[in-house]
């Protein structure tokens, strides 16, 4: 009688146990960094108005977005796609420890724990009604990286994996450069024949420039009006300036030495960027003595190219600068960043393929902890302040909530009936006394000012937000009005006169309309 096959048992068994030791670390540390997110509604701006749809998609380069709307959630629902994403980074975590071929224990637990704690996942989390989308867009890229590095002609199926991904999350394609670069390094670290060392390096090149200039015909093919798109400067994708080009280079260095070293972002505090000045200091001195240890000096092609390569990395990590010069930045276009974390890793395990003994072993385990405590409190940070911004955006959403509901009964104490047309008018912007301001707290609002995503009280004030606001979340029946009826109110000599909420008298009924006014302006 045969074997029973047990289809699980036995791929089970396939998986190596760096790789279980990965995954399994990657989705606890995803759920317990970002538990909070998950478990409660956390609403920004364009969660608000985009709560049942994918936002902008074709016409700014995302296409791929309206292809996988329908395949994934439909909904903003937070416990469903903050689980698929978390899912889906786990497994770009796997891959990143098969591309740059880390073997370790350690790397396989502190790699997905600085990947699931960097702030840029908790970003893209506030953006939930496309996180998922998103995360699926970085496994198409590194896939298509590890498909281009491991197998001869993975070139072709990479080549179309990173088409898909950057027309779901453009910024992405810098983990890809920053990866090619990492591996042509260990190329030329591991002392690889020139001939062999050549053809990866033609290989992620002709990826890397077939992809995106594939990518920039196909999404002018989908929607020829994107030459025209201002937001997040797709309509200027592509387009280099030549004269400008010095330029822009000179940025992506100095963005990256400003957010490890120079002029730390907003959130990133006085302990943790000590420690990211550290990593920074450690991988100087691992490159130096890995460049000693294995005498490449003598190996002159592959020193060079080690010197080239470790000169291009803040380049290729920080290329979204010239991909897009004119665009705004935010923390989700600077996810690739944690690649420098990761390369400490990286090193660290290189420097132990040299045979050591005495007072250069001891010198090896103790660089080996430091860089292990270094990534590891750095994942600490990172989990504290992704708390810190989800429990702020719960304060404004319970603050917002007591506001509307007081303005609502301010407008059913004068008259208003479900279904009744109504306006909300006035600003909702720093400065505005619709309530305390952070301070009177303790919560400082500037702390967020970088950390792209984390929506304060005005986040969810603001005109083009109110409406859909109170549809979503109160169940109100808002009459969708056009902007000559509001322009009307507005403008009518009633509604000057009108005192600002909470006093009496601002409420009043124009032109058929109840209108509550809570500030002067619009």
């Known amino acids: 009688m045969g074997r029973e096959f047990d289809c699980l048992k036995e791929l089970y068994k396939k998986i190596p146990r760096q790789q279980a030791i990965c995954f399994i670390t990657a989705i606890a540390s995803g759920f317990f960094t970002?538990?909070?997110?998950?478990?409660?509604?956390?609403?920004?701006?364009?969660?608000?108005?985009?709560?049942?749809d994918a936002g902008a998609t074709r016409n700014v380069g995302r296409w791929m977005l309206d292809v996988l709307k329908d395949t994934l959630s439909k909904y903003s629902n937070p416990w469903l796609n903050g689980s698929v994403a978390i899912l889906f980074l786990a497994l770009c975590c796997c891959l990143i420890l098969c591309i740059l071929e880390l073997k370790s224990t350690t790397s396989a637990v502190l790699v997905p724990l600085v990947v699931m704690t960097f702030p840029s996942v908790a970003s893209t989390m506030t953006f939930m009604f496309t996180v998922d989308m998103y995360l699926f867009g970085l496994l198409l890229i590194l896939l298509g990286v590890y498909l281009t590095r491991r197998y001869r002609y993975g070139f072709g199926a990479g080549i179309v994996l990173c088409i898909l991904g950057l027309g779901t999350y453009q910024a992405y394609i810098c983990f890809a450069i920053g990866l090619f670069i990492f591996c042509i390094f260990l190329d030329a670290l591991q002392g690889r024949q020139i001939k062999n060392l050549l053809l990866n390096m033609g290989k992620a090149v002709a990826v890397l420039g077939v992809s995106v200039f594939s990518y920039i015909m196909l999404s002018r093919l989908i929607f020829p009006d994107i030459v025209n798109t201002e937001y997040a400067g797709a309509g200027a994708m592509g387009k280099i300036v030549l004269s400008e080009l010095p330029r822009e280079i000179a940025r992506c260095y100095k963005r990256l030495l400003e957010y490890f070293i120079l002029k730390p972002f907003s959130f990133v505090s006085a302990p943790a960027h000590i420690v990211n000045i550290l990593v920074c200091l450690l991988l100087a001195g691992l490159f130096v003595w890995l460049m000693a240890a294995k005498k490449m000096y003598r190996k002159k092609f592959h020193f060079t190219i080690c010197i080239l390569t470790m000169?291009?990395?803040?380049?290729?990590?920080?290329?979204?600068?010239?991909?897009?010069?004119?665009a705004s930045f935010s923390m989700l276009m600077f996810f690739q960043y944690v690649l420098v974390y990761v390369f400490l890793m990286v090193l660290v395990e290189n420097l132990?393929?040299?045979?050591?003994?005495?007072?250069?072993?001891?010198?090896?385990?103790?660089?080996?902890?430091?860089?292990?405590?270094?990534?590891?409190?750095?994942?600490?940070?990172?989990?504290?302040?992704?708390?810190?911004?989800?429990?702020?955006?719960?304060?404004a959403k319970e603050r917002v909530d007591a506001y509307y509901n007081r303005i609502l009964a301010r407008l059913e104490a004068e008259g208003y009936e479900h279904g009744d047309a109504f306006l909300i008018l006035g600003h909702s912007q720093d400065g505005d006394e619709l309530l305390l301001p952070p301070e009177h707290y303790m919560m400082e609002d500037e702390k967020y000012a970088d950390f792209s995503g984390i929506s304060p009280e005005y986040g969810i004030l603001t005109s083009g937000v109110r409406e859909n606001y109170m549809r979503i979340y109160f169940g109100m029946e808002v009459p969708r009005l056009d902007e000559k009826e509001k322009n009307a109110a507005l403008e009518s000599g009633q509604f000057e006169k009108m005192p600002v909420y909470p006093k009496e008298g601002c409420v009043e009924k124009i032109n058929g309309i109840w209108v509550i006014k809570i500030s002067e302006g619009q």
Not at 34 to 52: E, G, Q, R, S
Not at 314 to 321: K, N
Not at 367 to 380: E, F, R, W
Request: glycine fraction near 6%; include cysteine.
């Open 352 to 395: 132990w393929k040299e045979r050591a003994e005495g007072k250069f072993l001891s010198v090896k385990k103790a660089v080996s902890i430091l860089a292990s405590c270094l990534l590891l409190l750095t994942g600490c940070f990172h989990y504290v302040v992704t708390g810190e911004a989800y429990f702020r955006m719960d304060m």
């Open 34 to 52: 970002h538990l909070y997110m998950l478990t409660h509604k956390l609403p920004n701006w364009d969660d608000v108005n985009c709560f049942a």
């Open 311 to 326: 000169a291009a990395a803040p380049l290729g990590i920080a290329f979204v600068y010239v991909m897009s010069p004119q």
